[in-house]
């Protein structure tokens, strides 16, 4: 089946420690991006990448990295620089589907724990 | 700064009653606007989507208003069941395809 896979769902960090967060799509978009959202809180932006080796810093980029060497894969590095780390990071890719022919689908989702 | 905001917290409806989640939007630059249910736990799963051209869009038992003068998005749910209880987010982009700011988000609980 087609879709959008973050892993690992559950994943505890210590601090000082950098972390990565797996996102993999075969859904063949060329968009991806990664959203941070916390307790009772919306979506927001942290990188993006509308195409394979090119990504921009969203709305809170600080303390994050990315890369995006395939198409298939935007994986989200989490620094000891990322101050207060422990959120719910959700995946996202865009394509066609929907309506106005675009659709964003989102991962289930990768809560991390700073213990 | 660009934002998107929603008016009510908190919605409580009676089951077979319709709800009402509205949003409010800053920038009028934004074209394309998306309603997303989010369960606990999970991933934003996508409901209905319209663009700035249009002032109404209906779907499966779902409708999205949108009102362009005032920066008023709204989605109205008809005979709400106890699987619509979720947090209902609104989002928009400048265009199709880009990328998305979201709104705080609404929590529906669905009384039976």
């Known amino acids: 089946d087609g879709g959008i896979t973050q892993s690992p769902k559950y994943l505890f960090r210590k601090e000082g420690q950098n972390v990565t967060l797996s996102c993999e799509q075969n859904?063949?978009?060329?968009?991806m991006y990664w959203y941070r959202q916390d307790p009772g809180q919306g979506l927001r932006l942290i990188y993006y990448?509308?195409?394979?080796?090119?990504?921009q810093k969203g709305d809170i980029a600080e303390g994050y990295s990315v890369s995006r060497e395939k198409k298939e894969s935007f994986p989200l590095t989490v620094t000891s620089a990322q101050k207060n780390p422990t959120a719910f990071y959700l995946c996202?890719?865009?394509?066609?589907?929907?309506?106005?022919?675009?659709?964003?689908?989102f991962g289930q989702g990768t809560r991390l724990t700073v213990v | 700064g660009e934002s998107v905001g929603l008016h009510l917290p908190t919605l409580s409806v009676q089951e077979g009653d319709n709800s009402i989640i509205n949003c409010a939007y800053s920038?009028?630059?934004?074209?394309?606007f998306i309603w997303y249910k989010q369960e606990s736990g999970k991933g934003p799963q996508f409901i209905i989507d319209?663009?700035?051209?249009?002032d109404k869009r209906q779907g499966q038992r779902v409708t999205v208003l949108l009102n362009k003068t005032v920066k008023h998005l709204s989605l109205q749910i008809a005979a709400t069941q106890p699987g619509d209880s979720a947090v209902y987010f609104c989002?928009?982009?400048?265009?199709?395809?880009?990328?998305?700011?979201f709104g705080g988000g609404t929590r529906v609980l669905v009384k039976p």
């Open positions: 859904l063949n978009h060329d968009a």
């Open positions: 319209i663009r700035s051209n249009m």
């Open positions: 989002a928009y982009s400048k265009a199709a395809g880009n990328k998305l700011t």
């Open positions: 920038n009028s630059a934004s074209d394309y």
């Open positions: 990448s509308q195409i394979v080796n090119d990504f």
């Open positions: 996202a890719s865009n394509g066609p589907g929907g309506f106005l022919n675009t659709e964003a689908f």
